[in-house]
């Protein structure tokens, strides 16, 4: 089970943390990523971390400025994404997901992910 938290609204140029709290099974073995979807437009990916030493990606819009992270707790992992010098374009429903076997050639593509959150809603504001 993955529940995200975190979004809201703020102004261009401000800064929100997104969490993620996954338990249930293993999941500090998983990948795991936050992938985004604005009104009308497919899903998108954000950001990932592997499950073995950690290697971040990005998608180049979020480069410098998203920061993604995770703690591998006993019982729960918690996955972060800290955003800064936010845009209006980064507004969109937010979803922390896990993967168990996602290859590096398949880190963008939604369908490589086997656990979904349910959603966390940001809006910046211009």
């Known amino acids: 089970q993955l529940q995200a938290s975190g979004g809201g609204l703020v102004q261009a140029g401000g800064s929100l943390r997104l969490s993620c709290a996954a338990s249930?099974?293993?999941?500090?073995?998983?990948?795991m990523g936050w992938f985004r979807q604005a009104p009308g437009k497919e899903r998108e990916f954000v950001a990932a971390?592997?499950?073995?030493?950690?290697?971040?990606?990005?998608t180049d819009s979020v480069k410098g400025r998203f920061t993604i992270s995770r703690d591998n707790a006993k019982n729960t992992v918690y996955l972060y994404l800290q955003m800064n010098s936010l845009k209006p374009e980064d507004s969109a429903v937010y979803y922390c997901?896990?993967?168990?076997?996602?290859?590096?050639?398949?880190?963008?593509?939604?369908?490589?992910?086997?656990?979904w959150g349910q959603g966390t809603q940001v809006t910046v504001s211009s």
């Open positions: 249930g099974r293993t999941f500090s073995t998983y990948t």
């Open positions: 971390i592997r499950r073995s030493v950690g290697t971040t990606y990005y």
């Open positions: 997901a896990a993967g168990s076997s996602v290859i590096i050639s398949s880190l963008t593509i939604p369908r490589a992910y086997d656990y």
